[in-house]
């Protein structure tokens, strides 16, 4: 089976930076993947890791440790629009397994 | 490009009563899923298509669910009869291909049952 640990709230301040841990245990592992899903909305693609180390997109990054069974997604000069809940999703041949999810909360 | 596009956005039925999900993915993409959504929790998957093939529905609850997708495109997932465990938000999801990176989610939905 497949397994993701991911915390289930996190708020931070506007401006600031925060990172988002994932660990994962599983088998026929590919990669890991990162989702954003506002309230009510549809979750949405933000990074994936293939390989360890780290994966830049705009304010966004993603870094992954293979050898560890970790991940994690950082986000940078927090705004408001970045409140809403992210999944990790271990990525297996054919499908997505994904974390609890982590609700972070912006505040001013 | 338009996205996945799911009908309806929101079901309330009384338990035993069957109902029905739409869903339309993007066009060209030949790998379709749908997952169950409970609140707080990740979506969990139920079944993928590739083309009109059902080739993996392990998760997929057989004895009051059932799903369909005539032509490789649209695609039905129906409950029968639904139970008040199965209220939950049901998305469907699309792929170019089977081990693509992204899956693209439509906005699901949400049924209620009472």
């Known amino acids: 089976g497949q397994s993701l640990e991911q915390p289930s709230e996190v708020t931070a301040v506007e401006g600031a930076i925060v990172q988002i841990n994932c660990t994962y245990q599983?088998?026929?592992?590919?990669?890991l993947s990162w989702y954003q899903q506002h309230d009510g909305g549809a979750p949405t693609f933000l990074s994936y890791n293939g390989l360890d180390g780290l994966e830049e997109t705009g304010r966004f990054s993603s870094f992954l440790s293979r050898s560890d069974s970790y991940g994690y997604l950082l986000l940078q000069e927090l705004q408001m629009k970045d409140s809403a809940s992210y999944f990790c999703a271990v990525r297996g041949s054919y499908q997505l397994t994904f974390g609890k999810g982590t609700k972070l909360s912006v505040i001013p | 490009e338009a996205g996945v596009v799911q009908s309806p956005r929101y079901k309330i039925i009384e338990k035993k009563q069957p109902v029905a999900f739409w869903c339309n993915p993007i066009?060209?993409?030949?790998?379709l899923y749908w997952y169950r959504q409970n609140l707080g929790q990740g979506p969990e998957l139920l079944i993928r298509?590739?083309?009109?093939?059902?080739?993996?529905d392990s998760q997929l609850p057989k004895d009051r669910f059932s799903a369909e997708r005539l032509k490789g495109v649209d695609s039905t997932l129906k409950i029968q009869p639904a139970e008040l465990g199965d209220s939950a938000v049901y998305l469907c999801?699309?792929?170019?291909?089977?081990?693509?990176?992204?899956?693209?989610f439509g906005p699901g939905t949400r049924l209620l049952v009472l």
């Open positions: 999801a699309s792929s170019f291909r089977a081990n693509q990176e992204t899956q693209y």
């Open positions: 066009s060209g993409h030949n790998t």
């Open positions: 298509y590739e083309n009109e093939e059902a080739v993996d």
């Open positions: 599983t088998s026929g592992f590919y990669g």
